[in-house]
């Protein structure tokens, strides 16, 4: 049992690394719980039992079981993963024991019985959090993006038993929208269909019923947290946001400082921190090799670590590699993605196979060594929440080309002369992202890079900045303990 000074958290989410990850949300849910720990929780994570979580948490124990959970018996496990995170899996074959992409079938398109599935999910994190277990409650439950955004609502019921409920949004852009005639099916209240509750132009959302019954909503920037407030940024919850503002805050993400470490990352070419920056020339020369092009230190060496989507800018970056290319400079890209995006990059690697290199697919191992060889990144998103590469490129050395939008804007200080002056700058910043901006935020970049000394000066001061969990654990124990008190 936890003393009881701790506030006892509840994780709900679908993600978690190093388990099973599609994105951002997996990183943060794998990394925040140890921090949080830190500042004085108990942080216990709900996740599907997905195969390769159950694969991964060999050593797990049964809690307890759970008949007949929306069609099939489940069982609730325990276990712990060898980063101390403390795990509950939700062991249920008939919803989770899928091959590949947790939402996606072998085609592509969203499983269409997702709703089930991730309803089933909230269901026993709102059971867990009030009593499930005779031995452990939550003070505070915490669900992530729409897959866990019922649980505040099954939570309704609860009386004096309930926690409070912070829902966190990772990306407005997923939904969870499902028809209406699935209302029954997922055991939800009747009157919750309406437009002060989950309905959402005639469907349920998940993601809205997360923002409705939630006693505080966060999301990943600052910024963010203003852009969905507003017509444009809002995808249709501006208005609700904006009527809500007073229970929503943005903190940012930080990154496990302890995987992404230079000085001891075991994936990279050669170790290097900030007082021997020079170890990047290995990995720069070790990435070049990797990918067949040109080894060189002259050349400037960008990179790309992404979802290839048009949120990312990608479709723009694409057309541009022709300018890069033409002004000597080199591209990785690592990601996968939009099959339009993905075939740019492979022709421009087919054309240009000594300055370009392309890899489609997802490669954890890769996307270290990328970080560490290259000496440039390029996110120019549409919109970004928070954005995870660019803290990691930071703590690398590689100076990344951003787009002001969201978490990019509040994390990457532009190197504009004032900046260069004052020894601020940590990047690049374009806006608004177009192949225009692109390549003349590359020709800058260029141009940084040809002064070396100045260059370095840049590297170390990207790799000095925080971009810690520390920090931002301590907003969120903060929201928690306003919501305690
Ligand atoms: P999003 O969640 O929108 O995809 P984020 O920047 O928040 O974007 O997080 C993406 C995470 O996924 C980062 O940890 C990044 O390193 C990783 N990633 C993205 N694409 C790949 C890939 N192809 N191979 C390895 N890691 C990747």
């Not at 005779?134 to 939570?155: C, E, P, S």
């Not at 996110?379 to 590469?389: A, D, V, Y």
């Not at 804007?409 to 601020?424: K, M, R, S």
């Given at each position: 049992m936890p003393a009881a000074s701790t506030r006892s958290v509840l994780f709900v989410a679908s993600e978690c690394y190093p388990f099973i990850k599609t994105g951002g949300l997996a990183d943060v849910v794998g990394a925040l719980p140890l921090a949080l720990d830190t500042a004085g929780c108990d942080t216990r994570i709900l996740l599907p039992g997905f195969p390769a979580v159950l694969k991964a948490a060999k050593k797990s124990v049964e809690a307890t079981g759970i008949p007949d959970?929306?069609?099939?018996?489940?069982?609730?496990?325990?276990?712990?993963?060898?980063?101390?995170?403390?795990?509950?899996?939700?062991?249920?074959?008939?919803?989770?024991?899928?091959?590949?992409?947790?939402?996606?079938?072998?085609?592509?398109?969203?499983?269409?019985?997702?709703?089930?599935?991730?309803?089933?999910?909230?269901?026993?994190?709102?059971?867990?959090?009030?009593?499930?277990?005779?031995?452990?409650?939550?003070?505070?439950?915490?669900?992530?993006?729409?897959?866990?955004?019922?649980?505040?609502?099954?939570?309704?019921?609860?009386?004096?038993?309930?926690?409070?409920?912070?829902?966190?949004?990772?990306?407005?852009?997923?939904?969870?929208?499902?028809?209406?005639?699935?209302?029954?099916?997922?055991?939800?209240?009747?009157?919750?269909?309406?437009?002060?509750?989950?309905?959402?132009?005639?469907?349920?959302?998940?993601?809205?019923?997360?923002?409705?019954?939630?006693?505080?909503?966060?999301?990943?920037?600052?910024?963010?947290?203003?852009?969905?407030?507003?017509?444009?940024?809002?995808?249709?919850?501006?208005?609700?946001?904006?009527?809500?503002?007073?229970?929503?805050?943005?903190?940012?993400?930080?990154?496990?400082?302890g995987i992404w470490d230079p000085a001891t990352d075991k994936a990279i070419a050669a170790p290097f921190d900030r007082s021997r920056i020079g170890g990047k020339a290995k990995n720069k020369k070790a990435l070049q090799k990797h990918f067949g092009l040109r080894e060189s230190r002259h050349a400037p060496l960008f990179c790309v670590i992404s979802r290839l989507t048009e949120q990312k800018g990608l479709d723009l970056l694409a057309d541009v590699v022709p300018h890069i290319v033409g002004n000597g400079g080199q591209i990785v890209v690592l990601g996968s993605g939009d099959k339009d995006i993905e075939q740019a990059f492979l022709d421009a690697a087919e054309e240009t196979p000594d300055q370009v290199g392309t890899f489609i697919g997802y490669n954890e191992e890769l996307a270290?060594?990328?970080?560490?060889?290259?000496?440039?990144?390029?996110?120019?998103?549409?919109?970004?929440?928070?954005?995870?590469?660019?803290?990691?490129?930071?703590?690398?050395?590689?100076?990344?080309?951003?787009?002001?939008?969201?978490?990019?804007?509040?994390?990457?200080?532009?190197?504009?002369?004032?900046?260069?002056?004052?020894?601020?700058?940590?990047?690049?910043?374009?806006?608004?992202?177009?192949?225009?901006?692109?390549?003349?935020?590359?020709?800058?970049?260029m141009r940084l890079f040809a002064d070396g000394k100045l260059w370095r000066k840049l590297q170390r001061n990207a790799m000095k900045q925080d971009v810690s969990w520390t920090e931002p654990a301590t907003r969120y124990v903060a929201v928690y303990d306003g919501l305690m008190a």
């Open positions: 959970l929306f069609g099939g018996d489940a069982t609730l496990l325990e276990a712990r993963s060898t980063t101390g995170l403390k795990l509950f899996i939700l062991d249920a074959p008939h919803l989770f024991d899928l091959d590949g992409n947790p939402y996606q079938g072998p085609d592509g398109t969203d499983r269409a019985d997702n709703h089930v599935r991730f309803a089933a999910l909230s269901k026993v994190a709102a059971a867990l959090a009030t009593g499930m277990l005779t031995d452990w409650r939550a003070d505070v439950v915490h669900a992530h993006d729409w897959q866990a955004g019922l649980t505040a609502l099954y939570l309704q019921g609860a009386g004096e038993n309930r926690p409070k409920t912070v829902f966190t949004i990772h990306n407005l852009a997923f939904q969870g929208l499902f028809p209406k005639s699935q209302l029954d099916v997922l055991d939800l209240p009747r009157d919750s269909f309406s437009e002060e509750g989950l309905e959402y132009w005639d469907k349920i959302s998940f993601l809205k019923a997360g923002i409705v019954y939630s006693d505080h909503v966060t999301t990943v920037s600052p910024s963010y947290a203003a852009e969905i407030q507003s017509e444009d940024g809002g995808m249709g919850l501006g208005g609700l946001l904006r009527s809500r503002n007073n229970k929503l805050s943005g903190i940012l993400n930080g990154i496990d400082t270290h060594l990328v970080q560490a060889g290259a000496d440039a990144i390029y996110i120019p998103s549409r919109f970004e929440p928070c954005g995870l590469t660019q803290l990691c490129a930071m703590r690398y050395g590689t100076l990344p080309i951003v787009a002001r939008v969201g978490g990019l804007a509040d994390t990457v200080v532009d190197a504009n002369e004032a900046a260069l002056q004052t020894g601020a700058g940590t990047g690049i910043v374009l806006s608004p992202a177009s192949d225009d901006t692109l390549r003349a935020a590359t020709d800058r970049t």
